[in-house]
């Protein structure tokens, strides 16, 4: 196995460094800023490393909704339900996944009920399941942004067996900044963006927020460093008042991203207006399958009809936690009524999700 | 959270040495109506085992119980017959006593091979001679095919200490300096690595074994009672057994990340699962809560054993925040290390 040398990313004198500049720009630019990161990944970074605390207090890095599990609608959920309700059908998806509930109830409770619903690790694995079992429906539960699409569509594409198919709850970030710009209150200074999804789609989509909007934009690693670094960078942008897309992450991302996934993307999915949970729906912020795999859409290839759907508990703020307006520990369930063992909404469930990640690192 | 709500079933991590845990051993041993002798540590107080002190004698008993399960039977480094013992032995020595004995419970299903029954009570026996415990005591049971798991085995083991040692849980004190004798997670990781079917080319074992070498090494220590407190950090990791000192002590434990001994291997693999190494098992480490004035005299006598060469002081107790774990991180941030809620799983999305 391959081990790679982290030593420099998460290296205290590098660290030291970067809070020095970091330090002395904020003092020239002096006034509060506010930067933006989208990715589960990134505030576990953050969390993880307490960089809050050692960053200065005018710089506030609020987290948006990075977490697929969480922004995937109760109605993608309330589907895939009716479908596992059915005779002779296997549900397949990612682990996290089952545990959140739709309007009533969630893919684990129907589990536990007798409903065949496996948890995998890649679509390959659906498929092989399909396989292994021709006399029965095999459904993928397919969720995440753009670097879990790639995958699926390349399953597509391959002719997977006639009894698999498809519901496609995939999302598209950069759709979701936008939205989030067009957020007044918010007020952001800049995006800190995920490193694995700009390493499938390159800085071309980001060019928007810099011509578009004025709002500098870094993709970012996932180490400490990676992170201060790209705090940064943003910094020296707003100093100079420039707003370029900056990439901090050139050890994986390639401008251009990888051409191929890119490819398999544009060839098996249309981008949709689609539902985010309790977020609304957005503006190509999601994929669908095209019409000529319209036999692997499982939406197409099944009825399936549900009653209108309930995205948010009543007393949970996860949709307020997922575009930043609200913090974790300022919902009046945190810590209360819900916690990791009984979880009340999405940000809770999900080790990806907001709410899950403050309980461990924050107490307050 | 309410008891009754997670309490409904019991699930895998009731077993793994978090929050859910304690809920669970609450729950068995709430209605007991006598929890201990002659004011020795009973089960109310949740330590690594119980002591009896003995009328007109100056001498205590010191009894452990455990239950010995492990998936796989055989990994990189042990087999559950060394496990058995080292849990045994090692929970006796953590209260500061001498193992003289132990009983022994073999709960077998119908079906296990002979051949691997021989190989753990040959390393089960081996290893007891080694800690130079007795065996005096045991049972057999066979369950039919799919009521267990291959193998569990149960034992209670039996020591012997001065009343006048007063390690225990509850006797921390402000300004103790904190000892860890070795790296962490290298037991826990290398069973999961071994499950998650990675190849670990690299030679990540099991760090399992006797604390035995380094009690002795400081054993004046121990009876002038400098050592305030001991805990081998098995389940939960170092995460839990923290937590459980600081919760119990109602203080504070500040550590610091960058004197944690962490294998790279060990990081490796927890960074690609998702895991945090403070909350995986070892099983040959102990913790230790010191007298500030002799810490590093003990550090140095922990050090020139053969187990503990990697030891460290890695924090302090303080008084401010009761009740927690902070943690201040390898780039200087500070954050809290919770006590984990169930068994850490690999993260799959
Ligand atoms: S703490 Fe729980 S209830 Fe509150 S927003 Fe988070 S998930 Fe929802």
Request: proline share 8%; hydrophobic share 35%.
């Given at each position: 196995m391959d081990i790679p040398n982290i030593n420099i990313l998460r290296s205290k004198k590098f660290t030291n460094k970067l809070l020095n500049s970091i330090n002395n720009i904020i003092n020239d630019i002096d006034r509060p800023v506010k930067f933006m990161h989208v990715c589960g990944t990134h505030e576990h970074t953050i969390s993880k490393y307490g960089l809050r605390s050692i960053l200065p207090s005018n710089i506030e890095i609020i987290s948006g909704p990075g977490c697929p599990v969480c922004v995937c609608p109760a109605a993608d959920i309330d589907k895939i339900i009716e479908l596992a309700k059915k005779k002779d059908t296997i549900i397949t998806t990612f682990g996290d996944m089952i545990r959140v509930p739709g309007t009533n109830i969630s893919l684990a409770e129907l589990k536990a009920k007798g409903a065949d619903i496996r948890i995998i690790y890649g679509p390959n694995d659906a498929v092989k399941i399909a396989k292994e079992n021709p006399k029965k429906e095999v459904i993928f539960f397919a969720i995440g942004f753009e670097t879990t699409a790639p995958l699926i569509g390349y399953e597509i594409q391959s002719g997977p067996p006639s009894n698999f198919s498809v519901i496609c709850a995939h999302k598209l970030i950069p759709a979701a900044l936008e939205l989030l710009i067009s957020q007044s209150q918010l007020n952001l200074d800049g995006f800190i963006s995920p490193g694995h999804v700009s390493a499938i789609i390159g800085l071309k989509p980001y060019n928007i927020f810099s011509q578009g909007y004025h709002i500098p934009n870094v993709i970012t690693g996932f180490e400490p460093n990676d992170v201060l670094l790209a705090i940064l960078l943003l910094l020296n942008e707003k100093k100079e008042k420039k707003y370029n897309v900056l990439n901090e992450y050139s050890r994986v991302v390639k401008?251009?991203?990888?051409l191929i996934a890119q490819e398999i993307i544009s060839d098996v999915f249309d981008s949709i207006s689609s539902p985010w949970r309790g977020i609304g729906r957005i503006y190509d912020g999601g994929l669908a399958i095209k019409e000529k795999y319209h036999e692997f859409d499982a939406e197409k290839k099944f009825e399936i009809e549900i009653e209108v759907s309930r995205d948010i508990p009543p007393g949970c703020s996860c949709h307020l936690i997922m575009i930043g307006?609200?913090?974790?520990?300022?919902?009046?369930?945190?810590?209360?009524?819900?916690?990791?063992?009984?979880?009340?909404g999405p940000c809770m469930i999900s080790r990806e999700g907001n709410c899950n990640i403050y309980y461990k690192y924050y107490k307050k | 959270m309410s008891e009754k709500e997670s309490l409904k079933v019991i699930r895998l991590a009731h077993g793994a040495g978090g929050i859910l845990q304690e809920e669970l051993i609450n729950f068995i041993t709430?209605?007991?109506?006598?929890?201990?002798?002659?004011?020795?540590?009973?089960?109310?107080?949740?330590?690594d085992g119980a002591t009896i002190p003995l009328e007109n004698y100056d001498k205590e008993l010191i009894i452990t119980s455990d239950g010995h399960t492990i998936?796989?039977?055989?990994f990189p480094g042990g087999d559950l017959g060394q496990l058995s013992i080292c849990g045994t032995v090692n929970d006796i020595l953590m209260m500061g006593g001498k193992p003289i004995a132990l009983t022994s419970c073999y709960i077998i299903e119908e079906g296990f091979e002979l051949q691997k029954l021989d190989k753990i009570v040959n390393s089960f026996n081996k290893t007891a001679a080694r800690a130079n415990i007795a065996i005096i005591a045991g049972d057999t049971k066979v369950m039919p095919r799919g009521t267990l798991n291959e193998i569990i085995i149960t034992t209670t083991g039996i020591g012997i200490r001065n009343k006048s040692i007063k390690i225990e849980d509850k006797n921390l004190k402000v300004g103790d300096k904190i000892i860890l004798t070795g790296s962490i997670g290298d037991h826990g990781t290398a069973l999961m690595a071994t499950r998650e079917g990675?190849?670990?080319?690299?030679?990540?074992?099991?760090?399992?074994?006797?604390l035995s070498p380094i009690i002795d090494s400081i054993k004046n220590e121990i009876q002038n009672n400098y050592v305030h407190s001991m805990k081998d950090p098995t389940r939960g990791g170092i995460a839990g057994a923290l937590n459980d000192w600081a919760k119990k002590n109602n203080l504070s434990i500040h550590i610091e990340e960058e004197k944690i001994p962490i294998k790279r291997q060990v990081q490796a693999i927890c960074d690609m699962l998702g895991l945090d190494p403070y909350n995986i098992a070892c099983e040959g480490r102990a913790l230790l809560a010191v007298d500030s004035n002799h810490s590093e005299r003990i550090l140095e006598k922990i050090k020139e054993t053969k187990i503990g060469?990697?030891?460290?002081?890695?924090g302090v107790v303080k008084v401010d925040n009761p009740k927690n774990v902070l943690l201040k991180t390898i780039v200087g941030g500070t954050r809290y290390i919770d006590m984990p809620i169930g068994e850490p799983i690999p993260r799959i999305c």
């Open positions: 401008p251009e991203g990888n307006k609200l913090k974790p520990n300022e919902c009046k369930l945190f810590r209360k009524k819900c916690n990791p063992i009984n979880p009340i | 709430q209605n007991i109506s006598l929890k201990n002798i002659n004011n020795g540590i009973g089960v109310g107080e949740l330590d998936s796989p039977i055989f990675f190849d670990i080319s690299t030679d990540l074992q099991s760090d399992i074994a006797l060469n990697e030891a460290e002081i890695i």
